[in-house]
């Protein structure tokens, strides 16, 4: 198994042997499993890459041969991986480049000089359907299409610390959107009696984030990380135990920091996270007991939070 060629290296060869990439007639019956992150060519362009190189025919037969491809946007450019033949004897090539269009072309281009080679080698189609490409997408082609979108809903418990007295634990639910930029949006519900018995007042605090920052990087295959500025509007509460709080039960929250999602990928429609943000609260806020008097939680000076839930891709 052989790995890294450069894309500079694909692109000029490309000159030399398109030509005789594209003398083959028959087209070889070829099972396409396309995966691509927002920004990157989809499916469909990648196939009239691969056609004007040459003549293959899409199909879901068992025994066509086997082209899986791979295309993200990473901080430096883009990369891309392909995977030829069967799963327990795949070739497998890595590119990266400037975009992904230059990527893409690259994978197209090896792929079609492994799919001439296998003609070589099998004259005969490898299955037998009388079809042509269908017009419709395929359903790895669909899939690509939602996962480009990046939409995902999340489901989390949650653990933090708004309160320097006590730290509080509860639930969340988020929408992740990750495509030319990310954002999520969460609301979160926890209290400081979920974890220890509270000394002085049930501390509770619910807060609305908004969360926004660059494309999300992926670190391989299975895992992406998100990252961004984000933004908080809730409340605070405060109900006392065996005594009386003098000020508000319920007041405002407000705050600011950062958010950060590392997730795992399970299935292409499934996936672990893990959320981590700091927060600085904007206005301070205290309890009061009434008597005896004495400070039963306020906000802290910056407020640490964590997740970790599932997700599931929309």
């Not at 003549?55 to 086997?66: G, I, T, Y």
């Not at 990087?217 to 933004?231: E, F, I, Q, S, V």
Request: some cysteine; glycine content about 10%.
């Amino acid at each position: 198994m052989r790995h890294g060629p450069t894309v500079a290296l694909s692109i000029a060869l490309a000159g030399l042997v398109t030509p005789a990439v594209c003398s083959a007639a028959a087209p070889l019956a070829t099972r396409l499993d396309f995966q691509a992150s927002g920004g990157c060519p989809d499916a469909a362009s990648f196939v009239a890459r691969l056609q004007a190189r040459t003549p293959v025919r899409l199909s879901e037969a068992a025994d066509a041969f086997r082209l899986q491809v791979w295309l993200a946007v990473t901080a430096g450019g883009a990369q891309g991986q392909l995977s030829a033949g069967p799963l327990e004897d795949a070739e497998v090539r890595d590119v990266a480049g400037r975009d992904c269009g230059e990527v893409a072309d690259a994978l197209a281009l090896i792929a079609a000089l492994i799919v001439e080679r296998v003609k070589q080698r099998h004259p005969e189609p490898v299955a037998r359907e009388p079809q042509s490409v269908p017009a419709e997408p395929s359903p790895s082609a669909r899939r690509s299409r939602a996962s480009r979108r990046g939409l995902a809903l999340g489901f989390a418990v949650t653990a933090g610390r708004p309160f320097d007295s006590a730290p509080v634990a509860g639930g969340a639910v988020s929408l992740l959107v990750d495509s030319w930029l990310s954002w999520w949006l969460s609301v979160a519900y926890a209290r400081n009696d979920l974890l220890t018995e509270p000394r002085s007042a049930e501390l509770g605090f619910g807060a609305i984030t908004f969360g926004i920052g660059p494309h999300g990087l992926r670190l391989g295959k299975p895992l992406r990380l998100t990252a961004g500025l984000a933004a908080q509007g809730g409340f605070v509460t405060a109900k006392g135990v065996g005594v009386d709080v003098a000020l508000a039960v319920r007041r405002s929250y407000w705050s600011a920091g950062l958010l950060a999602r590392l997730a795992l990928d399970l299935a292409p429609s499934a996936s672990v996270f893990v959320d981590a943000g700091g927060f600085v609260p904007l206005v301070e806020r205290r309890f009061v007991t009434l008597a005896p008097q004495r400070l039963a939680g306020s906000t802290s000076t910056v407020a640490p939070q964590m997740g970790l839930g599932f997700a599931l891709q929309l």
